[in-house]
């Protein structure tokens, strides 16, 4: 099902990703199991991925946002496994993530998972604020970046399966 384009609009202009959001909302109003919630945004990175690394070689800029993209729903989905109180409730009540939050999150994360989760987001970062926000890296550049993306989503992936 397709939300109507006004609709849409309405969330893009408040600084709303439409599918974050959604999910965000089904996930409350439906009272969802966590687990639930997380192994969805595992499904979105991993749609992410598939697109990011078709569009790398056409679009390096719309590839860098959706690597980054697969980060942030590793992120978030590891927040959501692991019940990161503090920042679920402040995202909640907010009614959104922030860089903030994210970059609280990977510190929680890491502890958990492998120090070395901060460089793989710290990687992802790269491709969303110079590849996409600024548009300066080619396709090689994000290229580079791609295995380090694919090794958060695959711990991630360990992780909630």
């Not at 009540?93 to 958990?112: F, H, N, Q, Y």
């Amino acid at each position: 099902m397709a939300l109507p384009k006004r609709i849409v609009d309405e969330l893009e202009k408040r600084g709303l990703d439409v599918e974050d959001f959604m999910l965000s909302l089904l996930s409350k109003e439906l009272n969802l199991d966590p687990e639930i919630v997380a192994e969805a945004r595992l499904e979105l990175a991993e749609r992410y991925f598939a697109e990011g690394k078709e569009l790398v070689d056409r679009d390096p800029v719309q590839a860098s946002e959706k690597l980054y993209r697969v980060a942030e729903e590793c992120v978030k989905a590891l927040a959501i496994h692991y019940n990161l109180e503090d920042i679920l409730r402040n995202v909640e009540k907010r009614g959104r993530w922030t860089a903030t939050d994210l970059e609280r999150a990977v510190k929680e994360i890491s502890k958990r998972v492998d120090e070395l989760f901060i460089s793989l987001w710290d990687h992802a970062w790269v491709l969303h604020v110079w590849g996409f926000h600024e548009a300066k890296l080619d396709s090689v550049s994000v290229k580079m970046r791609i295995k380090y993306v694919e090794s958060m989503l695959e711990k991630t992936r360990k992780i909630i399966k």
